[in-house]
């Protein structure tokens, strides 16, 4: 299986804030990773497909870098609606798609 | 529009199947590159992929669940049914189902969770 591993499980931000999250997959996955955002109580809410491409509708505050096994989703000027919980998902496999553990994003 | 609902039974006893369905509308499991997971995530925790099926009715699981799932999908109902077995109380959770917009690698749509709590 492929093992997706975030950094860091948490972190303290405030508004206005430029934020980056890492995922790390345990081999290359190319660019086959998918960014979600969840929100306490709600299904996770797709914002980034194949490494850097937005879903429709997604603030362009939000972007997406990374390839191979590297990846970063970055959050420029932090909004009161963008503290939640992120994961990851690799694609590449054709079996199983694995998540991260996620990263929480709390005010400061 | 897309939706997916998901209906399980709130509690389940320990050892007992749990069957979980997925009814959606706005696209059909006929046509091709269409796709429905299931995905769980206990209180607190983390996401976890379960299984999938394809509109050819090919079928993906979770290794580490594999001999406990089994994924169905009912093209007349609009429905995809994940059955597992032998559960325990750990598998506490909210179950989600998800629809894969074909050429999109991302689960692109979620029903709203159901809570199935494994309890005595």
């Known amino acids: 299986d492929i093992q997706m591993t975030q950094s860091p499980s948490s972190l303290s931000a405030s508004v206005g804030d430029r934020v980056v999250i890492t995922c790390r997959a345990s081999?290359?996955?190319?660019?086959?990773l998918s960014w979600y955002q969840q929100k306490p109580g709600e299904a996770p809410k797709p914002l980034i497909y194949?490494?850097?491409n937005l879903h429709s509708g997604v603030p362009s505050r939000f972007s997406g870098t990374g390839s191979g096994t590297d990846f970063s989703l970055i959050i420029n000027s932090l909004q009161p609606e963008d503290f939640a919980t992120y994961y990851c998902?690799?694609?590449?496999?054709?079996?199983?798609?694995?998540f991260g553990q996620g990263t929480k994003v709390e005010i400061k | 529009q897309i939706t997916l609902k998901e209906s399980a039974p709130t509690v389940v006893q320990p050892t007992q199947t749990l069957t979980l369905t997925c009814s959606f509308s706005?696209?059909?499991?006929?046509?091709?590159?269409?796709?429905v997971a299931w995905i769980r995530q206990p209180p607190g925790k983390a996401l976890e992929w379960l299984a999938l099926?394809?509109?050819?009715?090919?079928?993906r699981y979770s290794p580490s669940l594999k001999a406990r799932l089994t994924i169905t999908k009912d093209t007349s109902k609009n429905q995809v049914v994940l059955t597992m077995t032998n559960v325990h109380p750990a598998e506490t959770a909210t179950y989600f189902c998800?629809?894969?917009?074909?050429?999109?690698?991302?689960?692109?749509?979620w029903g709203q969770g159901a809570l199935v709590t494994v309890s005595s």
């Open positions: 998800t629809h894969r917009v074909w050429g999109v690698p991302a689960e692109s749509h």
């Open positions: 706005g696209f059909s499991l006929k046509t091709h590159g269409e796709a």
């Open positions: 099926v394809y509109w050819n009715d090919g079928k």
């Open positions: 081999q290359s996955i190319s660019t086959f």
């Open positions: 194949s490494a850097s």
């Open positions: 998902q690799q694609f590449y496999s054709t079996l199983t798609w694995t």
